[in-house]
């Protein structure tokens, strides 16, 4: 009984005496704000970095998320050097969308899409979503050709309502970033300065 009662319960308290939430918590943190925080860059160049990463986040490009990041940002920094960015926020925001998180984002971007388009009707249940969707992205191929493997497989089920539904996300998603990044560095480094001040006149 004692044996028993040391161990987790129902899988709620994995290795290390971590919840699952608390782990995809520190998870999250590990990925996202670390990034950030790490930076020696002004915070707009950061946060035009979170902006990148979330807008290509946000959209139902799951499998090529980072080279689309890594071909906007040679874009912008040889034609627009005033508005470059981190490349390192952007590259970690992408894991908005990853194994945990890609039902939910494109479950909302069909019905967003659908509501739109005023067929709402015509959005599945989440379940059967959650199914076509993990069937239509197994697909055999890797790289270049199992992306398009998998957009033709999209298409065919969702089509443009999913193509739709993610632009209010995005947009939104994309300021939201960017504003947070921004308001956060800058709090930050001033807090650090008040206390730099406080030291020395200590």
Known sequence: MADE?????????????YTVWERFHRLLRYRLVVPI??????????????????????TPTVGVQMPIV???WAIVKGAIPGWNFSLIAALAWVWLSNV????????????????????????????TF?????????????????????TRNLFELYGLPMLIGC???????GWGGYAWT????????RRAEE?????GEA
């Open 70 to 72: 890594l071909g906007v």
């Open 37 to 58: 925080l790490r930076t020696r860059h002004e915070p707009e160049y950061t946060a035009r970095g979170v902006l990148a990463g979330v807008v290509i986040g946000l």
């Open 195 to 199: 206390k730099r001040r406080a030291s």
């Open 5 to 17: 009662a040391e161990k987790p319960g129902n899988g709620e308290v994995p290795q290390n005496g």
């Open 182 to 189: 921004l308001t956060f560095l800058r709090r930050r480094r």
């Open 167 to 173: 632009l209010p996300w995005a947009v939104l998603g």
């Open 100 to 127: 945990f998180t890609i039902v939910p984002l494109y479950f909302g971007f069909l019905v967003t899409g659908r509501l739109l388009m005023g067929d709402f009707d015509a959005v599945p249940g989440y379940e």
């Open 130 to 150: 959650s199914r076509e969707l993990m069937a239509a992205l197994h697909v055999k191929a890797h790289g270049a050709d199992g992306f398009w493997a998998q």
